[in-house]
């Protein structure tokens, strides 16, 4: 089997990202979850058993380079399509010349399709006989949530391996193996400091790293500029397509910055909020953390004033799971809109709070006989029995007196709270 690496053109001519791909999937760096001695999938494909998978990830993040080297690996022909081109017909001839390979070869096909949720109904279709066949092994790669855009007969064929953004750390270990294999000294082209701009700045994707890094390379090598190099910060946005916020995700700038933004939801300012929120996406904060905290400050600091906010945040957190950067920034302009435009309450922090300092500082009274999990008990009063869902009865252990944790705000939904508490207790 020829190198699937190969190609007829000068390697020389191939981007910086083509040329520093690894040629095993042992060399595959930035996914260990997936690629390590302890991943069964991984074993089986290691021995020669391939299957038919769906690659679920950011860009830039391998997704590609593990097809290539599953093939090449396998000793299988590799046949490679992207989605936004092929067509049902062209879709049935990579599936018929796998069928036919097989039959002739007595070989395997991996059939990759790039950006695999593109393909309609029909043309993933098209693909089940040949995949239940065995006539090709579909590797699909995809950066949109597999459930949502395959259809179930298809992804019950397939395997689906989540492939993650690659870490600052992982991000700096593929660069500087860029710069061995073109011979190049990085610590002459970059700063220590730049290196880590540059891999915030990446965001997770390799490749975005080694096409802004081929730029800043191609500049050193000319010696045109000598007097930029080694890059400093302050002279790296001349090669990126973008301002370099001062954010740093471990740095002050990040709890800072995330500090500012809930303190914006609770002070009812929505521009401010989104003003931040731009800050961290622009800055290469990890959305799922920024929905993650809208879901705590809706319970924390809006409560029960506005009962549709905890399951609004939930959904955004779900929904930016889902689509990623840079479309989930909508979401999240969503939610963080309706957090900050909400009454506010922390009436239910407040509650646990005291509720939890008192369990710490008091003897655990026996729980009611009538409140235990007895088939019967006698005496119980069940509140669905009376006029207003309602009967007053002890609920406190017998040696406890009762407590006062949880009191509703004047506003907002809670005001209907009180309203109704009253109401049924028969208080004005």
């Not at 000598?226 to 946005?237: A, I």
């Not at 003897?363 to 669905?384: C, F, T, V, W």
């Not at 252990?397 to 207790?425: A, C, H, S, V």
Request: hydrophobic share 40%.
């Amino acid at each position: 089997m020829s190198d699937l690496f190969s190609s007829s053109e000068s390697q020389d001519l191939l981007p910086l990202a083509e040329r520093s791909r690894p040629r095993q999937l042992k060399g595959l760096i930035g996914q260990d979850h997936l690629f390590n001695s302890k991943s069964p999938i991984i074993s089986l494909l290691n021995n020669g058993q391939l299957l038919n998978l769906i690659l679920w990830g950011p860009p830039g993040t391998g997704k590609t380079t593990f097809a290539l080297n599953l093939a090449q690996q396998n000793k299988s022909q590799f046949i490679q399509m992207n989605a936004v081109d092929a067509g049902v017909k062209e879709l049935k001839a990579a599936c018929e010349a796998g069928r036919n390979y097989k039959l002739e070869q007595r070989q395997k096909t991996i059939l990759f399709v790039d950006e695999i949720h593109r393909f309609n109904k029909t043309q993933q279709d098209v693909l089940l006989p040949f995949v239940e066949r065995g006539d090709v092994y579909l590797i699909g790669a995809t950066t949109e949530f597999p459930s949502y855009e395959l259809n179930k007969a298809l992804l019950s064929r397939c395997q689906i391996l989540d492939f993650r953004k690659i870490t600052e750390y992982d991000l700096e270990i593929i660069l500087k193996n860029a710069c061995i294999k073109e011979s190049v000294d990085l610590e002459k082209v970059l700063k220590p400091e730049t290196i880590k701009t540059l891999t915030r700045f990446s965001d997770g994707d390799a490749r975005r790293l080694l096409n802004v890094f081929e730029v800043i390379m191609n500049v050193y090598l000319l010696e045109t500029h000598k007097e930029l190099f080694p890059l400093e910060n302050k002279n790296v946005e001349q090669f990126l397509n973008k301002r370099v916020l001062s954010y740093d995700k471990k740095s002050d700038q990040h709890y800072d910055t995330i500090s500012a933004f809930i303190k914006s939801l609770r002070g009812s300012d929505p521009d401010a909020a989104l003003l931040y929120l731009a800050r961290m996406l622009e800055g290469g904060e990890d959305p799922v953390f920024v929905a993650r905290r809208m879901i705590i400050f809706a319970s924390e600091d809006i409560g029960n004033a506005e009962p549709r906010a905890l399951p609004l945040a939930v959904a955004c957190l779900q929904a930016v799971e889902a689509i990623g950067m840079p479309e989930c920034r909508i979401n999240l302009a969503q939610g963080v809109t309706f957090l900050a435009s909400c009454p506010k309450s922390n009436a239910s922090y407040e509650a646990i709070n005291k509720a939890m300092e008192y369990v710490k500082t008091h003897i655990n009274y026996d729980i009611p006989a009538i409140l235990r999990s007895a088939s019967k008990i006698e005496g119980y009063k069940y509140p669905h029995s009376y006029a207003k869902g309602y009967v007053e009865q002890n609920y406190w252990p017998q040696d406890m007196k009762p407590q006062k944790f949880y009191e509703p705000l004047n506003r907002g939904f809670e005001k209907n709270i009180t309203e109704y508490l009253n109401w049924i207790r028969g208080e004005s």
